[in-house]
T-cell receptor, first 114, second 111 residues
Framework: GAVVSQHPSRVICKSGTSVKIECRSLDFQATTMFWYRQFPKQSLMLMATSNEGSKATYEQGVEKDKFLINHASLTLSTLTVTSAHPEDSSFYIC??????????FGPGTRLTVL | GQQVMQIPQYQHVQEGEDFTTYCNSSTTLSNIQWYKQRPGGHPVFLIQLVKSGEVKKQKRLTFQFGEAKKNSSLHITATQTTDVGTYFCAGEAGGGNKLTFGTGTQLKVEL
């Protein structure tokens, strides 16, 4: 089956620093990748949609200058949280779709900002 | 914007009892998907329903898609401790594969 990986799985950083999270589709080419954020005990909220080679489309209320998304290839998308603050602490999950449009989710990255 | 609500928010059952979670969308959906998320884990795809009134079964799990394509349900027969987790529905409307996740139902199963 389709496998999506994320790296790192956990990251702790100081307030004001930037953190990059990678999302890779390991055995298929992902035409579209999605980035979600999930706060404790809450649902997944879509942050942005990225297509290879084009600018990401951000959902309302998500700051594009704070959450930089780069979809450089058909197997890799990165999310950079710039100038992270404690309120950015969350579980960040990516998903990827291939030709059949089914979304395959990565294992998630737990970000803690001190 | 589109909203997807689920009830109940929490459900505690004794092992062997049945469980149902209901999902309601504010807009008509092109399809609905169901995911299970174990504590500390990520969502795992269970099933996708596309047709109005569709019913699908996976062993002890029964999924339904409403006639109006705005609601759905997941029913688990004779729950087991392995069923513990949060069940999310996720609706797609308007194309682009964008999913709006429901609020989730957390299931706890006690022996």
């Amino acid at each position: 089956g389709a496998v999506v990986s994320q790296h790192p799985s956990r990251v702790i950083c100081k307030s004001g620093t930037s953190v990059k999270i990678e999302c890779r589709s390991l055995d298929f080419q992902a035409t579209t990748m999605f980035w979600y954020r999930q706060f404790p005990k809450q649902s997944l909220m879509l942050m942005a949609t990225s297509n290879e080679g084009s600018k990401a489309t951000y959902e309302q209320g998500v700051e594009k200058d704070k959450f930089l998304i780069n979809h450089a290839s058909l197997t890799l998308s990165t999310l950079t949280v710039t100038s992270a603050h404690p309120e950015d602490s969350s579980f960040y999950i990516c998903s990827a779709t291939g030709l059949l449009d089914t979304q395959y989710f990565g294992p998630g990255t737990r970000l803690t900002v001190l | 914007g589109q909203q997807v609500m689920q009830i109940p928010q929490y459900q505690h059952v004794q092992e062997g009892e049945d469980f149902t979670t209901y999902c309601n969308s504010s807009t008509t959906l092109s399809n609905i998907q169901w995911y299970k998320q174990r504590p500390g884990g990520h969502p795992v795809f269970l099933i996708q329903l596309v047709k109005s009134g569709e019913v699908k079964k996976q062993k002890r799990l029964t999924f339904q898609f409403g006639e109006a394509k705005k609601n759905s349900s997941l029913h688990i027969t004779a729950t087991q401790t392995t069923d513990v987790g949060t069940y999310f529905c996720a609706g797609e409307a308007g194309g682009g594969n964008k999913l709006t996740f429901g609020t989730g139902t957390q299931l706890k199963v006690e022996l």
